[in-house]
């Protein structure tokens, strides 16, 4: 079992940055390809970004692109998120996940293990 955990969510200003962190107990992140994702209140959980497993790969949801980035830090075991230029509709609950699958999704059905997510809210 992989044990995910988010952290640095929280309640910003748009415009404004939150980089998020996602680690795990028990075993190397280096072994998955991994990914965020997000869900807003009445909405379906949506993909953000992925990153392969030698971190040499990445995918980012079309909404989010040049303003986040995903990258990993394998000594770290940990996995980041960097969000800049926030907006409004960036507001939601942001989970890690860790995949094994060979290569990099976007479909959340692909990953097999969710961390229980970190509450980002962006105020107008």
Known sequence: QVQLVE???GLVQAGGSL???CTASGRTLSNYNMGWFRQAPGKEREFVAAISRSGGGTI???SVKGRFTISRDSAQNTVYLQMNDLKPEDTAVYYCAASRVTTMSVQD???DYWGPG???TVSS
């Open 19 to 21: 980089r998020l962190s």
């Open 7 to 9: 952290s640095g969510g």
């Open 60 to 62: 980012d949801a079309d």
């Open 109 to 111: 059905r692909r990953y």
């Open 118 to 120: 970190t509450q980002v």
